[in-house]
């Protein structure tokens, strides 16, 4: 996997790390693009459902089966509102 951008979590069990804002993953299956933004009561992948028929949506992950699937004018707004909605948490790149 490949990932764009940096970001710190922690939750409440103590556990914590970091993580790409952005990820990007080829799979026998699917492509496969990880976009962790939200708003706090929805993530941006699943805002963007109805505009992207062709692909398979879960909270945080969108699949696509095939390159021609991928409606890139969508894409690119849910890659810029994921990547905004994380700004406040980015973590510099050592």
Do not use: N, W
Request: glycine content about 10%; charged content about 30%; hydrophobic content about 35%.
């Amino acid at each position: 996997m490949i990932g764009y951008g940096r970001y710190h979590y922690k939750y409440a069990s103590g556990r914590e790390g970091d993580s790409a804002i952005i990820g990007l993953s080829s799979r026998k299956a699917y492509i496969s693009i990880y976009v962790t933004g939200g708003d706090g009561e929805q993530y941006v992948a699943e805002k963007y459902r109805d505009e992207l028929p062709k692909a398979d949506i879960g909270k945080a992950c969108i699949r696509f089966k095939k390159f021609d699937d991928i409606d890139f004018e969508v894409l690119s707004k849910v890659l810029k509102e994921s990547e905004s909605t994380m700004a406040h948490l980015k973590v510099p790149i050592a």
